[in-house]
């Protein structure tokens, strides 16, 4: 197993593809998925996620939409992974478009398999890895409008670490380049205090300014949720 994490993915596809948007998309997209939501369907633009939702069943469709960190204004939801308890996702399917996470699975979304992870459902994503065995794989941190972040640095640091753990292979087998090896000494610094780092980090002080702070603490939280959300057709999760 290689680590090639792209922060810009280029036109080139990797077996696998693990897109991680700690702050907050892949959260919420696992939280849905753990909470027995049917499917999660991305969206880069808005009018595209309206239009699809319209042809679905009211009482069967969630839309959740954030810019900037906010809500945006008509949608049920905005991108807090606390809102997506069973009571209001359960058998409904979320059509959700966000700053950047929403568009980074976009970008990768003709790999032969595509992960949502977060810190939340690192093990399952750890745990596919290892059954699969895909050749290449990509973590591609969503950062913020095309920048790097601590927030999905860390996070991928956090999976190719615990691989390393579980595997035959040694953190230097694993890394194919030198941003998983930065990845994995972030990681091994902040691992016990991931909110300490969130709180440093650009995005997670934007959601503090939003009075996120719990959705913070939930973000920090490692290996909670045992779901794996994988495209089944393009643009569309469900949980394995
Ligand atoms: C994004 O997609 O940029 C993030 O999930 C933003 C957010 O925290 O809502």
């Given at each position: 197993?290689?680590?090639?994490?792209?922060?810009?993915p280029?036109?080139?596809?990797?077996?696998?593809?693990?897109?991680?948007?700690?702050?907050?998309?892949?959260?919420?997209?696992?939280?849905?998925?753990?909470?027995?939501?049917?499917?999660?369907?991305?969206?880069?633009?808005?009018?595209?996620?309206?239009?699809?939702?319209?042809?679905?069943?009211?009482?069967?469709?969630?839309?959740?939409?954030?810019?900037?960190?906010?809500?945006?204004?008509?949608?049920?939801?905005?991108n807090?992974?606390?809102?997506?308890?069973?009571?209001?996702?359960?058998g409904?399917?979320?059509?959700?478009?966000?700053?950047?996470?929403?568009?980074?699975?976009?970008?990768?979304?003709?790999?032969?398999?595509?992960?949502?992870?977060?810190?939340?459902?690192?093990?399952?994503?750890?745990?596919?890895?290892?059954?699969?065995?895909?050749?290449?794989?990509?973590?591609?941190?969503?950062?913020w409008?095309?920048?790097?972040?601590l927030?999905?640095?860390?996070?991928?640091?956090?999976?190719?670490?615990?691989?390393?753990?579980?595997s035959?292979?040694?953190?230097?087998?694993?890394?194919?380049?030198?941003?998983?090896?930065?990845?994995?000494?972030?990681?091994?610094?902040?691992?016990?205090?991931?909110?300490?780092?969130?709180?440093?980090a650009?995005?997670?002080?934007?959601?503090?300014?939003?009075?996120?702070?719990?959705?913070?603490k939930?973000?920090?939280?490692?290996?909670?949720?045992d779901?794996?959300p994988?495209?089944?057709?393009?643009?569309?999760?469900?949980?394995?």
């Amino acid at each position: 197993i290689y680590h090639t994490p792209e922060l810009t993915p280029t036109g080139k596809t990797p077996d696998c593809a693990i897109v991680v948007d700690v702050l907050r998309a892949t959260s919420t997209i696992a939280t849905v998925l753990a909470s027995g939501g049917e499917a999660v369907q991305v969206f880069s633009d808005l009018e595209q996620l309206i239009a699809v939702s319209e042809k679905w069943p009211p009482e069967k469709r969630l839309r959740a939409g954030e810019r900037g960190g906010a809500k945006v204004a008509g949608f049920e939801l905005g991108n807090s992974p606390l809102d997506c308890t069973r009571e209001v996702v359960e058998g409904r399917r979320l059509f959700i478009s966000t700053t950047n996470g929403t568009r980074a699975l976009q970008r990768i979304e003709h790999s032969p398999s595509v992960l949502a992870a977060a810190l939340i459902n690192r093990a399952a994503v750890v745990q596919y890895l290892l059954d699969k065995q895909p050749e290449t794989v990509w973590i591609v941190g969503s950062g913020w409008e095309g920048t790097f972040s601590l927030e999905d640095t860390v996070c991928a640091g956090a999976i190719a670490h615990s691989l390393a753990e579980k595997s035959q292979f040694s953190q230097d087998e694993l890394a194919g380049n030198d941003e998983v090896i930065s990845a994995i000494a972030l990681y091994s610094h902040w691992q016990n205090d991931l909110l300490g780092l969130f709180h440093q980090a650009s995005h997670g002080k934007r959601l503090l300014r939003l009075e996120s702070h719990e959705d913070l603490k939930y973000c920090a939280q490692t290996d909670i949720l045992d779901v794996l959300p994988i495209q089944q057709e393009l643009g569309v999760l469900k949980s394995q």
